[in-house]
């Protein structure tokens, strides 16, 4: 091998702008052709089955293509701009970014597979769960190979193989993912898209997070001590010399060593983070009227004399928290930390700068999803299009369109690998499609990410998995025989809870 070794080329997904543009395109072409129509809608907002009439049709030209993104961002009369979630994902990354300077996932993730390097089996069920929470929580996703080459010394000598290594970190992350309890970039843009709550099905995903975590822990545990007791039985055992050769022996990264003394303050800011969040898109009053101690703290806030000059007026209680709220969370936390890590303000700035100006190119695709909308809506051939799918995949009995929903869905994944390309795609059709065949919207959601999340763990056009499988040296083929079971175990898991949670309603 050596330095006649090969640069394999890099497999890659569909560019999402490109993908999402051509829709607006789509969308502005069938305008010239599909006649307009309207539901009547209900309460909530959605269309009633069986309400279709025509309206007269609205042709959208190239100055309506060009400026629906534009007017997805800012809003107009008949569409909400997209501005809160996009600042709100750009904030987001300044907190990851705050994150990732301070070296605090590395630090503890380290410190855990220290602490219970003895104990194999527990350490893969502790970290499984810590690399869910990362995925479900912030969408970890690119960052995999950083966490593979923090496990492979440990897990090596302990007499597992690198398939190991690679299923913790990318079976991990994605199973989060595959949940996306409290993640912006899935379930935030989705449900945002979809017209509901961000904490719509969030007592059902926390479920899933922990079932899904735990199956994928039991089936990597259920590998490595077939491995351990068997290691001719890895698809990698021709190579084992050669993996405890490269990576036996490599130094651990315990993140920054300048910062060690504040990093368990640093864990308990970035922990506190995501608790916080959930308690504010948690919908406690709709779980019980009753339960009013958040509304009741707010409300005293707000109508206190002093309380209400020093901290203001119009204080919103968990439960109620929507994207504008989220963003000044992450604002603050990312001061706190900065300050904690001993930055001066320049440098927590720039970092906050620098953290947002990473995720711009995802924040953008937001009011680009929107544009979609924009010209369906202009055009009137929302309900039209609709109408057609109501009376053919609409009126298919529900558990098989919850099923072909799902492989549609995995199909569109494997091409297009990105949780807010895929949702600005296809959200907006599929969700009131599946409202029409009794599928209710949080569901839908759930769907999209459990398709995207698998998918991700087995494609090639995953950056997790064609990064990690080339740092852990694996090759592509022999990750798919290795894997292929578990992820048939894991599909039919995810499709039973599709299914039961559409039949229960």
């Not at 368990?264 to 995501?274: A, P, R």
């Not at 083929?477 to 559409?502: N, Q, R």
């Amino acid at each position: 091998m050596g330095g006649t070794q090969k640069k394999k080329k890099e497999k890659k997904g569909l560019n999402s702008y490109v993908v999402i543009f051509a829709v607006i395109v789509l969308m502005a072409l069938l305008t010239w052709f599909v006649p307009g129509g309207e539901y009547e809608l209900d309460e909530a907002g959605y269309a009633i089955a069986g309400t279709y009439r025509e309206l007269p049709a609205n042709p959208q030209g190239l100055w309506d293509v060009i400026t629906a993104p534009i007017t997805g961002m800012v809003g107009n009369g008949a569409v909400s701009g997209a501005i809160s979630i996009s600042l709100y994902i750009m904030l987001f990354g300044s907190f990851l970014k705050m994150m990732e300077e301070t070296g605090v996932i590395g630090y503890a993730l380290t410190s855990v597979a220290k602490k219970f390097q003895e104990k194999p089996y527990v350490l893969i069920t502790i970290l499984v769960f810590i690399l869910s929470f990362l995925g479900t929580s912030q969408g970890a996703y690119e960052e995999c190979a950083i966490y593979v080459s923090l496990f492979l010394p440990i897990f090596l000598a302990m007499g597992m193989d690198t398939i190991t290594v690679v299923m913790i970190s990318v079976f991990g992350t994605q199973i989060g993912c595959a949940a996306s309890a409290i993640n912006p970039f899935s379930t935030g843009i989705a449900s945002d898209i979809a017209g509901i709550s961000f904490g719509d099905g969030i007592i059902p995903r926390l479920i899933l997070f922990f079932v899904l975590s735990g199956t994928v822990a039991a089936l990597i545990s259920l590998y490595a001590k077939k491995v351990q007791a068997n290691p001719e039985k890895s698809v990698q055992f021709y190579r084992r010399n050669e993996d405890l050769e490269a990576f036996g022996n490599a130094e651990e990264n315990s993140g920054t060593s300048n910062n060690v003394k504040h990093m368990t303050g640093l864990v308990v800011v970035f922990i506190m983070t995501f608790v916080i969040m959930l308690l504010a898109l948690f919908p406690w009053t709709s779980i019980n009227e009753h339960f009013t101690f958040f509304t009741s703290v707010a409300e005293w806030i707000n109508t206190t004399p002093i309380i209400s000059t020093v901290i203001g007026s119009n204080v919103v209680a968990f439960g109620d928290w929507y994207f504008t709220e989220l963003t000044a969370l992450m604002l603050v936390m990312c001061l706190i930390a900065g300050f904690m890590a001993g930055y001066d303000l320049d440098r927590i700035i720039n970092i906050i700068i620098k953290g947002a100006a990473e995720l711009v190119s995802t924040a953008l695709i937001v009011p680009m999803a929107r544009g979609i909308q924009v010209i369906m809506t202009s055009g009137n051939i929302t309900s039209t299009i609709l109408h057609a799918t109501e009376v053919t995949l609409g009126s298919l009995p529900v558990v098989i369109f919850v099923i072909l929903a799902f492989v549609i869905y995995l199909i569109f994944a494997c091409f297009l690998p990105s949780s807010t390309g895929l949702a600005g795609a296809t959200i907006s059709v599929m969700v009131p499609l599946g409202t029409f065949a009794g599928v209710p919207p949080y569901v839908m959601i759930i769907i999209y990410n459990f398709a995207l999340g698998i998918a991700k763990m087995f494609t090639p056009t995953s950056i997790a998995v064609m990064t990690c499988t080339q740092y852990a040296k694996i090759d592509y083929m022999s990750w798919v025989k290795a894997v292929w079971k578990p992820l048939v175990v894991i599909f039919l898991v995810c499709l039973a809870f599709a299914l039961g949670l559409t039949l229960m309603g």
